[in-house]
């Protein structure tokens, strides 16, 4: 969005998105609306009534451009339905979206989706350079969380069962680590056994507060994942965890950091030339231990708690 705005200075750009995702555009200087849509409200009986007065709403954004990022065919309606004069959307958006679309970016449907992202923006009249700035606010700080001593924030936690780390794996760095802290955040319902050095946040922070964490964690280690894309906005000191994805096409968008595939670690920028599997296995326990290496030089023990 940033350079959407570089693009158009004095435009009023609105955001539709949902409400729980929100609170990551907070303070963004690019953003002068947001238009909440509140899917959870469109079910049972009280539906005709909520969409109306919803579809009433979004038909006064009256934009004079519409860019659909998301390429489905609920947004690619929204867009339709908010009067925009002209809806641009990408070349590999779902089956039906692209009815929608009054001019559509040519993308690579193998690209990175920020690279896709990118092509849309031109669309707006972006002009895209060597660097790009990305509007991630600082986060809320927990109550009665030190930042100090160091520690390394996980988010071993993922929807897919496969794509999740095991406990056994959660244990093991948290053993190899010791006496470092490891702080343990995601949103699952498993319990796991924390040892001396580790701190379960599980389930206990707002994104906000997850925003500050990995701002302030010396390294970051997460499954792919939302969480992921957002430590790769702000820090290079993160590795991301693959199973079955590809890490060139929805890794981290950062090539300082770092992925690890099939037993193997790279560097975000060497991807391109880097001979990696396509099928892949989870992280066992017997591959902790190169993590650990990677990681152990950028995260000094503290000497009071060695």
């Not at 690019?30 to 849509?37: G, I, K, Q, Y």
């Not at 794509?163 to 955040?185: D, G, Q, W, Y």
């Not at 990696?276 to 995260?299: A, F, N």
Request: proline letters at 7%; hydrophobic letters at 40%.
């Amino acid at each position: 969005m940033a350079l959407v705005r570089e693009a158009h200075p004095h435009a009023e750009i609105t955001w539709v998105i949902n409400p729980e995702l929100a609170p990551l555009l907070r303070g963004n200087p690019d953003v002068n609306h947001v238009h909440f849509l509140r899917r959870g409200e469109f079910r049972g009986l009280g539906v005709p009534k909520s969409l109306l007065t919803w579809l009433t709403k979004t038909r006064e954004i009256q934009p004079d451009l519409a860019l659909d990022f998301q390429g489905l065919r609920r947004s690619a309606f929204v867009a339709k339905i908010s009067g925009a004069k002209q809806v641009c959307g990408m070349s590999n958006a779902l089956a039906g979206a692209t009815w929608f679309y009054d001019r559509v970016a040519q993308i690579n449907r193998r690209s990175h989706p920020v690279e896709r992202y990118l092509k849309l923006a031109e669309c707006a009249g972006a002009m895209i350079g060597e660097s790009l700035r990305c509007s991630v606010p600082s986060g809320d700080p927990l109550p009665r969380f030190d930042a100090h001593p160091p520690f390394v924030l996980l988010h071993p936690f993922a929807r897919g069962q496969d794509k999740s780390l095991s406990n056994a794996v959660i244990e093991e760095f948290c053993r190899l680590l010791a006496p470092t802290r490891v702080v343990i955040v995601g949103q699952s319902h498993r319990r796991v056994n924390t040892l001396e050095n580790c701190v379960d946040l599980t389930r206990q922070t707002s994104l906000l507060q997850l925003v500050w964490l990995i701002r302030v964690a010396r390294f970051v280690v997460s499954v792919e994942s939302g969480p992921m894309h957002i430590a790769a906005a702000v820090t290079a000191n993160l590795l991301s965890i693959h199973t079955r994805s590809d890490p060139h096409r929805i890794g981290p968008y950062n090539p300082d950091a770092w992925v690890w595939k099939h037993g193997q670690l790279y560097r975000v920028g060497d991807l391109e030339t880097a001979k990696i599997r396509k099928r892949g296995r989870r992280l066992r326990r017997k591959d902790v231990l190169s993590v650990v290496e990677l990681i152990r030089p950028l995260v000094p023990i503290d000497p009071m708690v060695a």
